[in-house]
């Protein structure tokens, strides 16, 4: 059983040092918010309550790390994806491993739209992962998580592409970052979505 336990913890540092590896010196690609929940294990509205949350009777040494990782503290308010590894329930506390040595650009007592991906039950983030303010979120953006629509149509695919000709195919939306205004307004307001039955197009849901 002791070996179990360290062979577990073992494979749990090693997920993590790859991950904080793979963010150190580099900058996070821009992203569609329905990329980044398509892609997610999990996404989450909740209120941010300690973004410095740390391990410390004794028996929760073994989850410490190498890296004294933090984990951010969160009271679920909602859960829209990732059932299978968060079953807490409404107003439960529940912990995500910060990966990453820097600090997470959250303000405590706010309340968020959060997302990250999971190592077996344990929940990530790191500073790629795509997280809002639920009070910033755009019309179109609390459309698309409140009615799920970004999940039903994560087979339709956004490519990020920088040649002004090139106009996607039956499955894909083009999102242009290098046209900042209509990149901005489709990251607002747009889903691509299934509208004729077969093609994926952008349709605007803003006000």
Same mark, same amino acid.
């Given at each position: 059983?002791?070996?179990?336990?360290?062979?577990?913890?073992?494979?749990?540092?090693?997920? %993590?040092?790859?991950?904080?590896?793979?963010? @150190? &010196?580099? !900058? $996070?690609?821009?992203?569609?918010?329905?990329?980044?929940?398509?892609? *997610?294990?999990?996404?989450?509205?909740? +209120?941010? /309550?300690?973004?410095?949350?740390?391990?410390?009777?004794?028996?929760?040494? *073994?989850?410490? !790390? @190498?890296?004294?990782?933090?984990?951010?503290?969160? %009271?679920?308010?909602?859960?829209?994806? &990732?059932?299978?590894?968060?079953?807490?329930?409404?107003? !439960?506390?529940?912990?995500?491993?910060?990966?990453?040595?820097?600090?997470?650009?959250?303000? %405590?007592?706010?309340?968020?739209?959060?997302?990250?991906?999971?190592?077996?039950?344990?929940?990530?983030?790191?500073?790629?992962?795509?997280?809002?303010?639920?009070? %910033?979120?755009?019309?179109?953006?609390?459309?698309?998580?409140?009615?799920?629509?970004?999940?039903?149509? $994560?087979?339709? +695919?956004?490519?990020?592409?920088?040649?002004?000709?090139?106009?996607?195919?039956?499955?894909?939306?083009?999102?242009?970052?290098?046209?900042?205004?209509? *990149?901005?307004? @489709?990251?607002?307001?747009?889903?691509?979505?299934?509208?004729?039955?077969?093609?994926?197009?952008?349709?605007?849901?803003? /006000?």
């Amino acid at each position: 059983m002791a070996f179990i336990k360290i062979a577990i913890l073992g494979t749990v540092l090693l997920f %993590e040092f790859l991950t904080i590896k793979e963010t @150190l &010196g580099t !900058s $996070c690609d821009l992203q569609h918010p329905q990329t980044a929940v398509c892609r *997610a294990s999990f996404v989450i509205k909740g +209120k941010v /309550l300690d973004i410095n949350w740390q391990p410390s009777a004794k028996k929760d040494q *073994a989850m410490r !790390s @190498l890296f004294q990782p933090r984990y951010i503290k969160v %009271e679920l308010r909602k859960l829209y994806k &990732g059932g299978k590894f968060i079953t807490a329930k409404k107003y !439960s506390t529940i912990y995500i491993r910060f990966a990453s040595l820097d600090r997470p650009l959250l303000e %405590e007592g706010h309340i968020y739209v959060l997302s990250g991906f999971s190592f077996g039950t344990s929940l990530f983030m790191n500073p790629c992962s795509w997280t809002s303010k639920w009070s %910033e979120l755009s019309s179109g953006q609390r459309f698309g998580i409140n009615r799920y629509f970004y999940w039903i149509y $994560c087979g339709c +695919k956004i490519v990020d592409c920088q040649n002004k000709l090139y106009r996607g195919d039956n499955r894909s939306c083009v999102w242009n970052r290098q046209n900042t205004v209509m *990149a901005d307004f @489709l990251t607002k307001d747009g889903i691509c979505m299934v509208t004729n039955g077969t093609h994926c197009k952008w349709k605007n849901f803003g /006000l």
